[in-house]
């Protein structure tokens, strides 16, 4: 068996490793055997010598991101098992045969034990994000499991880190195929049908974790005047539109995004005014809007805090664009409200959503809870890995 390099634990700091928790912070760590680097494979101990985990090694603060705790070889045959399993998930969940929709998510980090690790499912392709140096270094690997594990479903593989990677680690890597040449395709989600393009998109080219989402939205828009912020691509504007919103416009900063929306619009039947997709700021947009313009309002901005630093002025951010959304829609209308901050938690967008509510004087209810699907699991040790968090409210 290969000897790795490892990690000895101070006493006592063993104990969120031993309740199966997936990271192991510097600050727990009494010493190293052998001289490992970033990204490479380590193994755990405690203070009396006892295995643990093992993990990747990694930079700062948050030393060990661990992704086993059975002492076994690391090899081609375990990162297999991985995906195999990851892949029973979403079959058991009945999305790898799903009639009507063929877009999901496969790896969701920690969620299947992976953590770093971002895999998607578009069609026959397959687009992987690795978020450490440890996962991106075994994006090979990684791959070849994908398509064994999709048994000739999967032909295309395209690695798609070389943002996350930068962002991360400051280390600068390129994308590129690891299998087949095909980085484009059309999908369908819920029979709906979205262009995704995985090599100039955000992210991995389509947001497939608010799919059960926009199908909830769906069953609110008929005869709505829909205005969907932060639209990117255009996939709560679809369902709108196909559920018979008299109106639907599509707002974003990125005029690629935009374009992508409006293409998307057309690719179910949609065109024209009633259905404007519009390149601009969202607070400028929300603040120059008509008073009663809109019965229906999405917004789903990007994460405002990716740290626990930045968390403070990212609940302020949602308490100001939650205020003006609810100061300006109409009396009888539904806000459908998200946060993806990871280290914002349910409570706390829900108090920030609260205040909103008080600062625009206005008479609100909860009558729905929103979440990420299950093709995004939470694994219990980690709930950390709850991430999305929607409200879905009315307004007097």
Same mark, same amino acid.
């Given at each position: 068996?290969?000897?790795?390099?490892?990690?000895?634990?101070?006493?006592?700091?063993?104990?969120?490793?031993? =309740?199966?928790?997936?990271? *192991? /912070?510097?600050?727990?760590?009494?010493?190293?055997?052998?001289?490992?680097?970033?990204?490479?494979?380590?193994?755990?101990?405690?203070?009396?010598?006892?295995? !643990?985990?093992?993990?990747?090694?990694?930079?700062?603060? !948050?030393?060990?991101?661990? /992704?086993?705790?059975?002492?076994?070889?690391?090899?081609?045959?375990?990162?297999?098992?991985?995906?195999?399993?990851?892949?029973?998930?979403?079959?058991?969940?009945?999305?790898?045969?799903?009639?009507?929709?063929? $877009?999901?998510? !496969?790896?969701?980090?920690?969620?299947?034990?992976?953590?770093?690790?971002? *895999?998607?499912?578009?069609?026959?392709?397959?687009?992987?994000?690795?978020?450490? @140096?440890?996962?991106?270094?075994?994006?090979?690997?990684?791959?070849?499991?994908?398509?064994?594990?999709?048994?000739?479903? *999967?032909?295309?593989?395209?690695?798609?880190?070389?943002?996350?990677?930068?962002?991360?680690?400051? =280390?600068?890597?390129?994308?590129? /195929? #690891?299998?087949?040449?095909?980085?484009?395709?059309?999908?369908?989600?819920?029979?709906?049908?979205?262009?995704?393009?995985?090599?100039?998109?955000?992210?991995?080219?389509?947001?497939?974790?608010?799919?059960?989402?926009?199908?909830?939205?769906?069953?609110?828009? %008929?005869?709505?005047?829909?205005?969907?912020?932060?639209?990117?691509?255009?996939?709560?504007?679809?369902?709108?539109?196909?559920?018979?919103?008299?109106?639907?416009?599509?707002?974003?900063?990125?005029?690629?995004?935009?374009?992508?929306?409006?293409?998307?619009? &057309?690719?179910?039947?949609?065109?024209?005014?009633?259905?404007?997709?519009?390149?601009?700021?969202?607070?400028?947009?929300?603040?120059?809007?008509?008073?009663?313009?809109?019965?229906?309002?999405? #917004?789903?901005?990007?994460?405002? $805090?990716?740290?626990?630093?930045?968390?403070?002025?990212?609940?302020?951010?949602?308490?100001? !664009?939650? %205020?003006?959304?609810?100061?300006?829609?109409?009396?009888?209308?539904?806000?459908? @409200?998200?946060?993806?901050?990871?280290?914002?938690?349910?409570?706390?967008?829900?108090?920030?959503?609260?205040?909103?509510?008080?600062?625009?004087?206005?008479?609100?209810? *909860?009558?729905?809870?929103?979440? &990420?699907?299950?093709?995004?699991?939470?694994?219990?040790?980690?709930?950390?890995?709850?991430? #999305?968090?929607? #409200?879905?409210?009315?307004?007097?």
């Amino acid at each position: 068996m290969t000897t790795y390099p490892q990690i000895i634990l101070k006493p006592g700091k063993e104990g969120p490793v031993v =309740r199966f928790h997936p990271w *192991i /912070f510097s600050g727990a760590i009494a010493k190293t055997v052998g001289n490992p680097s970033e990204g490479d494979i380590v193994e755990c101990f405690s203070a009396s010598g006892k295995y !643990l985990a093992t993990g990747h090694c990694m930079p700062g603060s !948050l030393a060990v991101k661990l /992704f086993t705790f059975e002492r076994q070889e690391i090899n081609q045959h375990f990162w297999q098992k991985k995906i195999e399993m990851a892949w029973r998930v979403r079959q058991a969940v009945g999305l790898t045969q799903h009639p009507l929709t063929n $877009a999901f998510r !496969l790896v969701h980090n920690e969620g299947d034990n992976l953590p770093g690790l971002i *895999i998607d499912v578009y069609g026959e392709m397959a687009v992987l994000q690795a978020h450490t @140096t440890g996962m991106h270094d075994t994006r090979q690997q990684l791959a070849e499991a994908v398509l064994k594990a999709g048994n000739g479903r *999967i032909t295309t593989v395209y690695d798609k880190s070389a943002e996350a990677i930068r962002k991360m680690t400051g =280390r600068k890597v390129e994308d590129g /195929f #690891l299998a087949g040449n095909t980085g484009a395709c059309e999908v369908l989600e819920n029979g709906h049908r979205f262009f995704v393009d995985a090599v100039c998109g955000q992210k991995t080219g389509f947001f497939v974790d608010q799919r059960e989402n926009r199908e909830c939205l769906a069953r609110f828009a %008929a005869g709505r005047n829909v205005l969907n912020m932060f639209g990117y691509t255009g996939g709560f504007s679809v369902y709108a539109a196909k559920a018979g919103a008299r109106q639907v416009h599509t707002v974003d900063s990125s005029a690629p995004a935009i374009a992508m929306a409006a293409r998307n619009m &057309q690719l179910n039947g949609f065109g024209g005014p009633e259905y404007e997709c519009i390149v601009a700021d969202a607070r400028k947009y929300i603040e120059n809007m008509q008073q009663d313009q809109y019965d229906l309002v999405i #917004l789903d901005p990007p994460a405002y $805090a990716k740290n626990v630093a930045s968390r403070n002025q990212a609940l302020k951010g949602y308490r100001t !664009l939650n %205020a003006l959304a609810l100061a300006k829609i109409k009396s009888g209308g539904i806000l459908f @409200t998200f946060s993806c901050s990871q280290v914002v938690d349910r409570q706390m967008f829900t108090s920030a959503v609260t205040a909103a509510a008080i600062d625009a004087g206005r008479q609100v209810r *909860i009558i729905q809870h929103l979440s &990420q699907p299950a093709d995004h699991p939470i694994n219990i040790f980690h709930q950390e890995g709850e991430y #999305l968090k929607g #409200l879905v409210l009315m307004v007097e």
